[in-house]
């Protein structure tokens, strides 16, 4: 993908990018989800872990970081899960010790996407501790494979996404340059609070794109089906689940056109953003039960792809930030 | 009105309650899943304490127990393993018809066989024709009994079979015209193939089975010659309050693991069972699972009274799975990122959940024939 171009098309030309803007990377996720191609995870390559080397980088950083993650020769990961901090982040635990110009990290990382093949990862740390504010203790360093220390725990089972890595990463007196810090000591909390509304926009983009691809496959299946129409009683009652899922479906592109053009605007997406996350993501598992029972027997087999997606978007309301944590944010905002 | 269940019953589900929590060890099953692999000796000792047939007669090795007391078995089994509950509450699947329909010679060779894990039974059924009623596998009459060809899919355990019943048009205007067949799985022209990887309830592969000029006695026909249609919806309806006491299992297993991790998993500074978005999932999906509890406990009541209602049996079927989904949906949520690993046991749950929503009637058929039942047929 990198060769052809499909990776961060919207780095600058002097980066190696294509110059390009946001969209075509969205694009890219979108045709990757409706291809049913989880397990590359180029979004989060592309979309939710290189915008914080370019946002927050030096030019020294992303001359040396960047040209790789747009030809595919580094793989990027993210890391801010921990075993007891999952949707409470400001609670981690992995520390970033600074000695002279090198930081020692100590700490787990889990269900870190990307873990086994990951070349660099962007590491959430505490670089203090008791500053009054847990999220003023936390900064962003980077750590490249091969870093003393560094090393990867187990690659973890799960329902879906099989095509992809989610592990544990494992630091023991893990040694990184001072200079592998990403933007300022103390701030990396609100980093990931910028960045992860682009992620949770990546999530959405998938999420909706993944109801259209069960629901277009669906029908042709059911089109397939010679009999479908001879079970006249039946199909007039699924002719109304059909209905409502497309109009779900269509309301949903509707609802994400629109946050897509205002994210790309600059403007603040907090509140649509949370929303468009958690309820595309149901969406897409309300409408991948409903088809599977369209598909009858044939749908609990692994022969047909609709079975995978049905596994894999189960993933969506967890990821990047859960559906529960969507519902504060949004209360939040709304002041209740 | 009585909604207590008996002192034996109490004591059938506590006995199935402390089997399943002493043999079925999550990580086994987890393996078996992975495997989608039958769990052999689970199954074994399970039949050799009696469990998978219960509600047989004993003089065919049961206790002549009822659809309600098989019911709080299969639910106990299924609540602490969502894979090995299902694939021991199939292990014996078209012994029902043999139990109701069969002669006494063909009781005295099945039941003792599934009742004491010394075979599997399976009800090849289904075909892959969209419309269920349309069975084109086909028993000619010859002078020497009945020559069946045709192909049967989604049968539960077929490999593994060493019966199977086969639902074939025994004359030119079926469904009127139908009749079952208990077939040796060993007769000469059936062949056997495995239809992949699951999604869910793995431990019970599916299998396509092909008739080549099967030639089976004339005694091979299970009860009336001609009335196959009758007898598989009777089956199908006693097979509905089954997979409703499964999805019941599935369900509360599910909210079981939900709730426990709830209290223990910490963020904020305290057990999310705190938050009111975890307590209001777990307080729905409670309501869907005892509503459904008495609707399938009033469905194998009314079996066990002799009168099956067609109704209730469906709106049992309907609701037990569909809570099993909706609790094994939230229960997978409250978990978290954890949860969506396998080695949480719950997505397993969740997996077995829409897996056994799909099983042989699937939502829609199962709201059509409901709608049916209360409105009559649509014009």
């Not at chain 1, 990961?77 to 007891?84: G, K, L, Y």
């Not at chain 1, 962007?122 to 220390?149: F, M, R």
């Not at chain 2, 799909?358 to 047929?377: H, K, M, S, T, V």
Request: hydrophobic letters at 40%; charged letters at 25%; one cysteine or more.
């Amino acid at each position: 993908m990198g060769g052809q171009g499909y990776l961060c098309p919207w780095v600058e030309k002097r980066y190696g990018g294509a110059g390009l803007g946001l969209e075509y990377s969205f694009i890219i996720t979108e045709e990757m989800a409706y291809a049913g191609v989880h397990g590359l995870m180029a979004g989060l390559h592309s979309d939710i872990v290189a915008p914080y080397i370019h946002a927050f980088g030096t030019d020294v950083q992303k001359a040396r970081w960047l040209p790789g993650c747009v030809s595919g020769d580094s793989i990027l990961a993210v890391a801010m899960t921990e075993p007891d901090a999952g949707s409470d982040l400001s609670s981690i635990r992995t520390t970033a010790v600074r000695q002279a110009d090198t930081y020692i990290i100590n700490g787990e990382k889990i269900y870190i996407s990307n873990a086994m093949l990951a070349d660099l990862v962007v590491v959430a740390c505490k670089t203090q501790q008791g500053s009054g504010s847990p999220h003023k203790d936390i900064s962003l360093i980077c750590v490249e494979e091969g870093s003393p220390g560094f090393s990867r725990g187990r690659n973890l089972e799960k329902t879906g996404w099989h095509s992809q890595d989610t592990g544990e990463l494992i630091f023991r007196d893990c040694k990184v340059p001072a200079a592998n810090l990403l933007g300022e000591e103390g701030k990396g909390f609100y980093y990931m609070m910028e960045k992860l509304q682009q992620e949770r926009l990546v999530s959405a983009i998938m999420s909706q794109a993944s109801a259209e691809a069960v629901l277009k496959m669906t029908l042709e299946f059911l089109s397939q089906q010679k009999g479908f129409r001879k079970a006249r009683n039946e199909h007039s009652m699924s002719q109304t689940t059909i209905v409502e899922m497309a109009t779900d479906v269509e309301i949903g592109r509707t609802f994400l056109n629109s946050l897509i053009r205002d994210h790309l605007g600059g403007g603040e997406v907090i509140k649509k953003v949370s929303m468009a996350k958690w309820w595309t993501a149901e969406m897409a598992n309300r409408v991948a039960s409903l088809c599977l029972d369209l598909y009858r027997d044939y749908g609990y087999l692994e022969d047909y792809k609709i079975g995978r997606f049905f596994r894999d978007v189960r993933a969506h309301p967890i990821y990047a930030g859960t559906n529960e944590i969507m519902k504060r944010i949004i209360a939040k905002v709304l002041g209740i | 009105m009585d909604f207590q269940l008996t002192g034996e019953q109490r004591d059938i589900q506590t006995a199935a309650r402390e089997f399943a929590l002493g043999e079925f060890d999550p990580d086994m099953a987890m393996e078996y899943d992975a495997k989608q692999e039958f769990p052999v000796s689970i199954w074994k000792k399970a039949c050799e304490l009696g469990f998978l047939g219960a509600r047989f007669p004993e003089e065919t090795g049961g206790q002549g127990c009822g659809l309600l007391d098989h019911s709080l078995i299969i639910e106990s089994f299924c609540r602490q393993d969502s894979g090995m509950g299902t694939a021991l509450a199939l292990a014996g699947f078209g012994s029902e018809m043999i139990l109701r329909h069969g002669r006494e010679d063909q009781k005295a060779v099945i039941l003792p066989l599934v009742a004491r894990g010394q075979g599997i039974v399976t009800a090849a059924v289904l075909e892959e024709a969209p419309v269920f009623s349309s069975i084109e596998t086909a028993a000619r009459a010859t002078d020497h009994g009945y020559v069946i060809n045709g192909a049967k899919s989604f049968v539960t355990l077929g490999a593994m079979a060493s019966y199977m019943i086969v639902a074939c048009r025994s004359g030119p205007d079926a469904p009127h015209a139908q009749s079952n067949f208990l077939l040796d799985a060993s007769l000469g022209g059936i062949s056997i193939s495995g239809m992949g990887d699951k999604v869910g309830m793995r431990m019970i592969p599916v299998d396509r089975i092909t008739f080549a000029d099967v030639m089976v006695p004339e005694d091979s026909i299970v009860g009336r010659n001609q009335g196959g249609d009758e007898q598989l919806r009777e089956f199908l309806t006693e097979v509905r309050i089954e997979t409703a006491a499964m999805g019941m299992g599935i369900a509360q297993g599910a909210w079981d693991r939900a709730a426990a991790y709830s209290k223990k998993r910490v963020q904020f500074g305290k057990a999310i069972v705190n938050f009111g978005a975890i307590r209001n999932k777990l307080a729905d999906t409670y309501l869907d699972i005892q509503t459904a509890r008495l609707i399938t406990y009033k469905a194998a009541w009314s079996f066990d009274r002799g009168r099956p209602d067609a109704r209730e049996t469906l709106m049992a079927r309907m609701a037990a799975t569909r809570a099993a989904y909706r609790a094994a949906y939230e229960a997978v949520q409250v978990f978290g990122g954890y949860g969506y690993m396998t080695e949480a046991h719950i997505e397993r749950f969740y997996r077995d959940a829409k897996a056994l929503e799909l099983l042989l009637e699937q939502a829609p058929i199962q709201r059509a024939l409901l709608a049916d039942q209360l409105l009559g047929e649509a014009q």
